[in-house]
């Protein structure tokens, strides 16, 4: 139980493109997801807080333009990286939490790492 | 501000015995997690504590003093696949995670 899916695991694109990472929680509903990035070496920065049917909750520092995050569903978040750029290659994680866990623990899903050129 | 210091790199051996420390100052404290990361992969939970104690849970075992600030992870009967770093995050008084920037620990035969 409590699995995590992101969709793509991989992917290059070109400076001035968007990306859409989805994140989707496979056999739970999760009113609250998590974006991170991760640099090589680096702990997990989290981005932002998403929450289903509401606006994403940014962390400081992190534009909410350049970084779109959609909460359509109990099962789904996605995060479109608009007009990516060379510095925004890294390592992207989404988690969600499941309320019906005896913990808070988040699950993390298997990651996207991004690659602009 | 809020802090979660960890050791950036240890070394041990196959077999043998490793703890992991890691101290924390946070603005409220709603529970420590440790979570395992594998290279080039996302964190799995591996445990969590909110009262002080040891939570032993197989091979692995965690500890915690709210008091001290501190908790630490132990790893018994080591195995090379127990090559990763390993996060210590605690969650603050609004549910959120703070993370520390991770221990790599580097398993030798």
């Known amino acids: 139980g409590a699995v995590v899916s992101q969709h793509p695991s991989r992917v290059i694109c070109k400076s001035g493109t968007s990306v859409k990472i989805e994140c989707r929680s496979l056999d739970f509903q999760a009113t609250t997801m998590f974006w991170y990035r991760q640099f090589p070496k680096k702990s997990l920065m989290l981005m932002a807080t998403s929450n289903e049917g509401s606006k994403a909750t940014y962390e400081q520092g992190v534009e909410k333009d350049k970084f779109l995050i959609n909460h359509a569903s109990l099962t789904l978040s996605t995060l479109t990286v608009t007009s990516a750029h060379p510095e925004d290659s890294s390592f992207y994680i989404c988690?969600?939490?499941?309320?019906?866990?005896?913990?808070?623990?988040?699950?993390f899903g298997p990651g996207t790492r991004l690659t602009v050129l | 501000g809020q802090n979660i210091d960890q050791p950036t790199e240890m070394t041990a051996t196959e077999g043998a015995i490793v703890q992991i420390n890691c101290t924390y100052q946070t603005s409220g404290f709603n529970g420590l997690f440790w979570y395992q990361q594998h290279a080039g992969e996302a964190p799995t939970f591996l445990s969590y504590n909110v009262l002080d104690g040891l939570e032993e849970k197989g091979r692995f075992s965690s500890f915690l003093s709210r008091s001290k600030g501190y908790s630490y992870l132990l790893l018994k009967e080591l195995q090379m696949k127990d090559s990763a770093s390993y996060l210590c995050a605690v969650m603050d008084s609004n549910y959120q995670l703070i993370w520390g920037a991770g221990t790599k620990l580097i398993i030798k035969p």
């Open positions: 988690s969600a939490r499941d309320p019906q866990r005896e913990y808070n623990e988040q699950f």
